[in-house]
């Protein structure tokens, strides 16, 4: 499977209308996967690598969406059902078709055409407490309670070039 392209994850949680969170795998989320390795690095060299520190960042590129209006729900159903971890390959039928009629969409068109049932007020945060396990924290709008969604998998991940001594 390639690690490029557009994953998500079933949110469930009773109290708040947010179904799926997606985002997408690619160079921007790669630098930023990055940049948050090498940061948590720094500080353990300054306060000591027996600190676990953990890191957060505002991460603007997630759609928490009620409803995937880009697919079926067999789809979906088949998307999770063949996937190995708790993030699934997002089956993008209608986009896709765009994306061939069109040449190709930005990462922020297709976030748009996602964002149709977008929860009011909600938005995502990535969080890294280990190199090799990130996860968002979402903040519904519609509910009071943070959500944290289950780690991403690590084949989404770019390769660790870090040292880092865990």
């Not at 997408?24 to 060299?45: K, M, P, S, T, Y």
Request: charge should be negative; charged fraction near 25%.
């Amino acid at each position: 499977m390639s690690r490029q392209g557009w994953y998500f994850t079933i949110v469930s949680h009773g109290e708040t209308a947010i179904e799926y969170a997606v985002f997408c795998v690619d160079d921007e989320f790669d630098h930023c996967i990055q940049n948050l390795r090498a940061a948590r690095q720094g500080l353990q060299v300054t306060l000591g690598h027996d600190r676990d520190p953990s890191l957060e960042v505002a991460y603007p590129h997630v759609a928490l969406v009620k409803t995937l209006v880009s697919t079926s729900e067999e789809a979906l159903e088949d998307a999770i059902d063949n996937t190995s971890g708790f993030w699934a390959d997002l089956p993008l039928q209608p986009i896709q078709e765009l994306l061939h009629e069109a040449g190709q969409l930005r990462r922020e068109d297709v976030l748009n055409l996602l964002r149709e049932t977008e929860v009011s007020g909600s938005h995502a945060r990535l969080i890294m407490k280990h190199p090799d396990h990130p996860y968002f924290l979402i903040e519904p709008g519609d509910y009071s309670e943070t959500i944290e969604t289950s780690y991403i998998s690590r084949h989404l991940l770019p390769t660790n070039t870090l040292t880092d001594k865990q």
